[in-house]
């Protein structure tokens, strides 16, 4: 277990620790509670935003502990999105970045850079855990769209992932009361949309569809969070 913990944390962070592949893939219900660690990094801002302004900051520390792997797949499904009918397969892997893939992490960024400083430590550990439980889900759920990191992870999920994996959204949403419903659902809703696109225009997904969901998760709940004064 503790190699599937590292490398759990060395695959969905910038922190090098090594460990098995193999084991996380066994184990793939660590992803939420990896996103534990990741919070605790992007609240810095939140401790010390009474002394100075840290918007920029808690977007630097956001991209320096979990890197721009999931960015880069958001970039990718950006360009699809946008891409006519017919060529949405091809845009989704193509390597290079257009420019509705440039437009879309634009967006992102901006509302990162608004929602992260705003919110305190349970907003940001719901809406970190709700991204990486979103994956999980959209793996659960959906078939792979051809060969690679995605058919590698998806070959060894299943429900006792998705079992296990609630439960720190469950014990996050208990602590945050009723507005978290609307976080969860608003989750959800990024899960359905994403498997519903791509399995009709790529035939399933990819790393880059399930690095989406991770991003449009974590930045729709944080949005909904601010939002909802209940």
């Known amino acids: ?12 962070t910038t922190i090098p620790l090594g460990g098995n592949i193999e084991e996380l893939r066994k184990n793939l219900w660590l992803f939420p509670y990896t996103a534990v660690l990741i919070s605790l990094v992007v609240s810095i801002p939140y401790l010390i935003k009474d002394f100075m302004d840290v918007r920029f900051l808690a977007v630097v520390l956001y991209l320096a502990v979990e890197g721009i792997n999931h960015v880069d797949g958001l970039a990718d499904f950006g360009d699809a999105l946008f891409a006519p009918e017919g060529k949405k397969r091809d845009a989704i892997k193509d390597l290079n970045t257009g420019t509705g893939g440039v437009a879309v992490v634009v967006i992102y960024f901006v509302m990162l850079y608004s929602l992260l400083s705003q919110s305190g430590l349970w907003e940001i550990l719901l809406s970190q855990v709700l991204a990486k439980y979103s994956m999980l889900l959209l793996m659960f759920t959906s078939r792979p769209s051809w060969e690679g990191m995605a058919s590698y992870f998806m070959e060894k999920i299943s429900f006792r992932d998705v079992l296990f994996g609630a439960l720190p959204v469950v014990l996050v949403c208990y602590k945050i009361g009723a507005k978290s419903a609307v976080a969860v659902a608003f989750a959800l809703v990024a899960v359905v949309f994403l498997k519903k696109y ?33």
């Open 198 to 230: 791509s399995e009709k225009h790529f035939g399933g997904i990819n790393g880059d569809v399930i690095g989406s969901a991770n991003c449009l998760a974590f930045v729709a709940s944080l949005a909904v969070l601010q939002i909802c004064q209940f």
């Open 1 to 12: 277990m503790i190699e599937a913990i590292r490398a759990s944390i060395s695959f969905l």
